[in-house]
C-alpha cells in the first residue's frame, strides 16, 4: 500500500504564495485519489508486488495490458510526483540553494538565476498539464525538463535520472488563485520552495 507523505504544514501554511483552498483540494482530493486508484490498480498487478515505485516505473514495459499499464503510470505518477511536489514546499523555503547542489548549479546552468530561468521556461512552455523537473544522475549532474501528464523523468529515462524538485503545472495546481497566469504561480512557487529538501534529495540520489 503506498501512502500520501504527511505535510509538515498546514494547508493555510503557504499562504499568500499558495492558497489554502488549492493546498486542501491539491491534497485531499487530487493526491488522495491518485494514491486510492494507484493502489487499487496494483491489486490487479501481483507481478508489481513488493516492488518501489521507482521500481515499478522502470518495469512498466513489461505489462501487456495496455488499460492496465496507462493506470499504473497515470496513478503512479501522479502519486510520486505529488509527494515530491508537497515535500519540497515549505512555509519557510525560497530563498536559495547552498553547498553541494549551489555548487553544481552553478557548474551546470552558471548561476541559481539561470536555473531558475530554465525552472520557469520548462513550467510555463509545457502544454497542457504536466511538471517542471530539476533532475540529478547518480554522478551528480543536474538537468531541467518537462513531462506531459503525470509522467517524470524516472518513467522517461528507466531510472537514469531522478527529480529532486518538481513543479506541477496542471491548472488545478494553481488555477484558483493564479487563473490563467502559470508564470506568477511559478513566481509563488519559488517563494516556497525548500531548498534544504531539494539539496537532501540531491544528496539521496548521489548517495
Ligand atoms: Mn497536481
Given at each position: 500500500?503506498?501512502?500520501?507523505?504527511?505535510?509538515?504544514y498546514?494547508?493555510?501554511?503557504?499562504?499568500?504564495?499558495?492558497?489554502?483552498?488549492?493546498?486542501?483540494?491539491?491534497?485531499?482530493?487530487?493526491?488522495?485519489?491518485?494514491t486510492?486508484?494507484l493502489?487499487?490498480?496494483?491489486?490487479?498487478?501481483?507481478?508489481?508486488?513488493g516492488?518501489?515505485?521507482?521500481?515499478?516505473?522502470?518495469?512498466?514495459?513489461?505489462?501487456?495490458?495496455?488499460?492496465?499499464?496507462?493506470?499504473?503510470?497515470?496513478?503512479?505518477?501522479?502519486?510520486?510526483?505529488?509527494?515530491?511536489?508537497?515535500?519540497?514546499?515549505?512555509?519557510?523555503?525560497?530563498?536559495?540553494?547552498?553547498?553541494?547542489?549551489?555548487?553544481q548549479?552553478t557548474?551546470?546552468?552558471?548561476?541559481?538565476?539561470?536555473?531558475?530561468?530554465?525552472?520557469?521556461?520548462?513550467?510555463?512552455?509545457?502544454?497542457?498539464?504536466?511538471?517542471?523537473w530539476?533532475?540529478?544522475?547518480k554522478?551528480?549532474?543536474?538537468?531541467?525538463t518537462?513531462?506531459?501528464?503525470?509522467?517524470?523523468?524516472?518513467?522517461?529515462?528507466?531510472?537514469?535520472?531522478?527529480?529532486?524538485?518538481?513543479?506541477?503545472?496542471?491548472?488545478?495546481?494553481?488555477?484558483?488563485?493564479?487563473?490563467?497566469l502559470?508564470?506568477?504561480?511559478?513566481?509563488?512557487?519559488?517563494?516556497?520552495?525548500?531548498?534544504?529538501?531539494?539539496?537532501?534529495?540531491?544528496?539521496?540520489?548521489?548517495?
Open positions: 500500500m503506498f501512502k500520501q507523505i504527511e505535510l509538515s498546514d494547508f493555510k501554511d503557504l499562504e499568500p504564495h499558495i492558497d489554502e483552498l488549492t493546498m486542501h483540494t491539491h491534497y485531499s482530493k487530487h493526491h488522495a485519489t491518485y486510492n486508484n493502489n487499487a490498480a496494483l491489486e490487479k498487478a501481483p507481478e508489481l508486488s516492488k518501489t515505485i521507482e521500481e515499478i516505473f522502470t518495469s512498466l514495459d513489461s505489462l501487456t495490458d495496455e488499460a492496465q499499464k496507462n493506470a499504473i503510470r497515470n496513478n503512479g505518477g501522479g502519486f510520486y510526483n505529488h509527494n515530491l511536489y508537497f515535500d519540497t514546499m515549505s512555509p519557510k523555503g525560497g530563498g536559495h540553494p547552498e553547498g553541494k547542489l549551489a555548487e548549479i557548474k551546470d546552468f552558471g548561476s541559481f538565476d539561470v536555473l531558475k530561468e530554465k525552472l520557469t521556461a520548462a513550467a510555463t512552455t509545457r502544454f497542457g498539464s504536466g511538471w517542471a530539476l533532475s540529478a544522475n554522478a551528480g549532474d543536474l538537468k531541467v518537462s513531462s506531459p501528464n503525470q509522467d517524470n523523468p524516472i518513467m522517461e529515462t528507466k531510472g537514469e535520472w531522478t527529480p529532486i524538485l518538481g513543479i506541477d503545472v496542471w491548472e488545478h495546481a494553481y488555477y484558483l488563485k493564479y487563473k490563467n502559470r508564470v506568477d504561480y511559478v513566481k509563488a512557487f519559488f517563494d516556497v520552495t525548500d531548498w534544504n529538501k531539494v539539496a537532501a534529495n540531491y544528496k539521496e540520489v548521489t548517495a
